[in-house]
């Protein structure tokens, strides 16, 4: 019954490959995000989507694409991954109310360029 | 440039009290103060959320100034299981805009 889940939960793979991080959240929240967290625990703001609407588009490379199939799945493909890729990617939900909106996050993907 | 400042590190001892203070002198009107909590290999954690004065819930306070332009996280009689990386976030409605401080890292010794 885990809230919002990410897979894998690590990830290693060579430059230049091309990969993809699932999430999913059974919480019925609206919105959901990306988020990468470096080895100095910078929590960075990537994507946010609600309703499978792009509403968050932080300045990320373009080799990362959010897709969202529906509102409780949001899946983050990269492409030729860059050994600055390594880093811990969290993925959140939290339910519209009108206000500043609680996120969920998932347990996080480790992912490793070599 | 919107900005949420806060200490990169603190030290405590069981039973203190730890009081962690986040600068965002540019707040905007819409913007709430949201506090986090994360432990090694997990996900953030919400804490606590204010707009302005004091909210308390049972595990923290959250003091926010009249000009909202700092906000202070209390943690009552911290224990070593509080030992973490507390994040202050600045959010706009529907959270349509996110400025996350760069956490303050709080170590509780025994």
């Known amino acids: 019954d885990t809230a919002v889940s990410q897979t894998p939960k690590y990830l290693v793979t060579q430059m230049g490959n091309d990969k993809s991080i699932k999430c999913e959240q059974n919480?019925?929240?609206?919105?959901m995000y990306w988020y990468k967290q470096d080895s100095k625990k910078f929590l960075k703001i990537m994507f946010s989507y609600n309703n499978k609407e792009l509403i968050i588009n932080e300045t990320v490379p373009n080799r990362f694409s959010p897709k969202s199939p529906d509102k409780a799945h949001l899946n983050l493909h990269i492409n030729s991954l860059e050994l600055g890729d390594s880093a811990v990617y969290f993925c959140?939900?939290?339910?519209?109310?009108?206000?500043?909106?609680?996120?969920?996050f998932g347990p996080g993907t480790r992912l490793t360029v070599l | 440039l919107a900005k949420t400042t806060q200490p990169i590190s603190m030290d405590s001892y069981e039973g203190q009290e730890v009081n962690i203070t986040c600068s965002h002198n540019?707040?905007?009107?819409?913007?709430?103060i949201t506090w986090y909590q994360q432990f090694p290999s997990q996900g953030p954690r919400f804490i606590i959320q204010?707009?302005?004065?004091?909210v308390t819930n049972e595990v923290a306070s959250l003091f926010i100034p009249a000009d909202r332009k700092s906000s202070t996280l209390s943690l009552p009689r911290v224990s070593l299981s509080d030992t973490a990386v507390y994040y202050c976030?600045?959010?706009?409605?529907?959270?349509?805009?996110?400025?996350w401080g760069l956490g303050t890292s709080l170590a509780v010794n025994p």
């Open positions: 540019n707040i905007a009107t819409n913007d709430y």
């Open positions: 959140a939900s939290s339910q519209l109310s009108g206000g500043a909106d609680t996120q969920y």
């Open positions: 919480l019925g929240h609206d919105t």
């Open positions: 204010g707009y302005k004065t004091k």
């Open positions: 976030l600045r959010n706009a409605g529907n959270n349509r805009k996110l400025i």
